[in-house]
């Protein structure tokens, strides 16, 4: 987890947009996770479910998803907004360990 962090804190602290440092850390990690990794499409629903689960823990925390509306329109500052990233992380973070838990669940049923 504290690499994830380090990633994103580095990618925001070299120029990338918050959703951009969020996006390279966050959904392409979910992906990762949860995708079967074949062209088959069927994890294709699995980790779609658990991007928009990351995407509504994070619309609870501030409101919104847009920068723009979480900003409340105003232009975003310089680092401004690192500790939304950061946020971000942990909310994809907890959308994996939930994942990871079911999978365990699924599997035992299937024995």
Request: one cysteine or more; hydrophobic letters at 35%; a positive charge.
């Amino acid at each position: 987890m504290e690499e994830k962090l380090k990633l994103a804190g580095q990618a925001y602290g070299n120029g990338c947009t918050c959703s951009q440092a969020v996006f390279c850390a966050a959904a392409a990690v979910i992906s990762y996770y949860t995708s079967s990794g074949s062209m088959d499409g069927k994890s294709k629903g699995k980790t779609y479910k658990a991007i928009r689960r990351a995407a509504e823990i994070y619309e609870r925390e501030y409101g919104f998803i847009r920068c723009r509306e979480i900003l409340h329109g105003n232009a975003p500052k310089a680092f401004q907004c690192g500790m939304k990233v950061k946020d971000a992380v942990l909310m994809v973070h907890k959308v994996l360990e939930k994942e990871a838990a079911q999978e365990v669940a699924s599997a035992s049923t299937r024995e």
